[in-house]
Structure formats: C-alpha cells, structure tokens
T-cell receptor
Framework: GAGVSQSPSNKVTEKGKDVELRCDPI?????LYWYRQRLGQGLEFLIY????????KSGLPSDRFSAERTGESVSTLTIQRTQQEDSAVYLC???????????FGPGTRLTVL | QQQVKQSPQSLIVQKGGIPIINCAYE??????FPWYQQFPGKGPALLIA?????SEKKEGRFTISFNKSAKQFSLHIMDSQPGDSATYFC??????????FGTGTRLKVLA
C-alpha cells in the first residue's frame, strides 16, 4: 500500500492488560512518530524515530509506555498495565528524511474498560 | 512557550461561507506552520503550510494568513462546502522534527 498503515484499527482491553499497537510506515520514510489523541483533543507527541539514531522518547507519559522500531521499518508501541486514562486514538506518522510533511495512518482506537 | 493556542473549538457555517480558524504561538523560533485536516475515523492530512517569510499563501479555496509581529496565523476556507466538514489542526515547528499541534477546531458546513 502507498500509505501508513496501523493495526489493529480498534482494540478493547481490560484494565491492567498489556497491549501492542503496530505501525507500518511508507516505504523509504526514515522518520516515524507516535501520537496520542484523546477524544476532542489535539495530538500529543509520544516518541520519534529517525533512522538508526536514538529515539526521542520525551513525550512518553510514563514508564508503562515503550516503543520499538527496527531500522526504517515497522514500529510497535507497547502499553503495559493499561489504565482507563490510556483510552485514546494512537496515531502513527512517517516522513521522508528532511521532509516536513507528516503522513498519518488511520490510527488505532484503544478502549480500556 | 511551546504551546499553540487554537480557536474556536467548534464552528458552524452555511455553505458558501468563509470560516476562519485562528492560531497563536509564543516561540519566535517556530519557522514552519502547517494546517492539517482530519475526517472522522481517519488520520490527519496536510492541507496547506506556510513559512514566516510570507504573509499569505493560497491553495485552491484554502488560504493561510500569517502575522509575524502578532505571532498569529489563520486558515480561511473560501466558498465552504459540506465536504469541508472536518476537524482542522494548526501546528508549528522550529526546524526540528517536533510539531506542536493546536487543540483542533471542529468545522461543520451546513448544506
């Protein structure tokens, strides 16, 4: 596909469970971002990957959140011991190296019961 | 200093009207100001962007007005259509990779 894809599109989990969200960036895009979008809110930066450089994790809200990316491919965002306040849409975006435009995926809607 | 303040939170206009969405920032190091459009169930998509060396940029029915001295920028949608109904986000960045997004404006254009 030509765009950023994310899976699953929807995830319902129970409080305390771990969840893993996946992002497939556009092929050739070196940079990848994760954002959180709470209902009716703006986009909250979580983490940034650029090639093989150390990621910018400054937006991760707690140590329950972690993300990995191997090279310039797929990324996974893991939330451990989920809480109800983690309920949100998690968006992934990718860009060309040096590019400004961020291309977003459709998001994963996470609901923690 | 890192905030981008966006208003209004929501906006309803008649078809053909000109909705205006405003954003204000504090950090004078910001040098790239994009607007993103988001339809329900979709990720945001870049609509139009401006750099501070120009005061206005037009792309089709969408115009950004930029006031560097006031540290404000706005999106105008000419001849708005029901298909323009979406949430609009402004953002700012300072030559780095990190965008600061506004809180969004939910626009509804009535037929």
């Amino acid at each position: 596909g030509a765009g950023v894809s994310q899976s699953p599109s929807n995830k319902v989990t129970e409080k305390g469970k771990d969840v893993e969200l996946r992002c497939d960036p556009i092929s050739g895009h070196t940079a990848l971002y994760w954002y959180r979008q709470r209902l009716g809110q703006g986009l909250e930066f979580l983490i940034y990957f650029q090639g093989n450089s150390a990621p910018d994790k400054s937006g991760l809200p707690s140590d329950r959140f972690s993300a990995e990316r191997t090279g310039e491919s797929v990324s996974t965002l893991t939330i451990q011991r989920t809480q109800q306040e983690d309920s949100a849409v998690y968006l992934c975006a990718s860009t060309n190296y040096g590019g400004n435009e961020q291309f977003f995926g459709p998001g994963t809607r996470l609901t923690v019961l | 200093q890192q905030q981008v303040k966006q208003s209004p939170q929501s906006l309803i206009v008649q078809k053909g009207g000109i909705p205006i969405i405003n954003c204000a920032y504090e950090n004078t190091a910001f040098d790239y100001f994009p607007w993103y459009q988001q339809f329900p169930g979709k990720g945001p998509a870049l609509l139009i962007a401006i750099r501070p060396d120009v005061s206005e940029k037009k792309e089709g029915r969408f115009t950004i007005s930029f006031n560097k001295s006031a540290k404000q920028f706005s999106l105008h949608i000419m001849d708005s259509q029901p298909g323009d109904s979406a949430t609009y986000f402004c953002a700012a960045s300072s030559g780095t990779y990190k965008y600061i997004f506004g809180t969004g404006t939910r626009l509804k254009v009535l037929a």
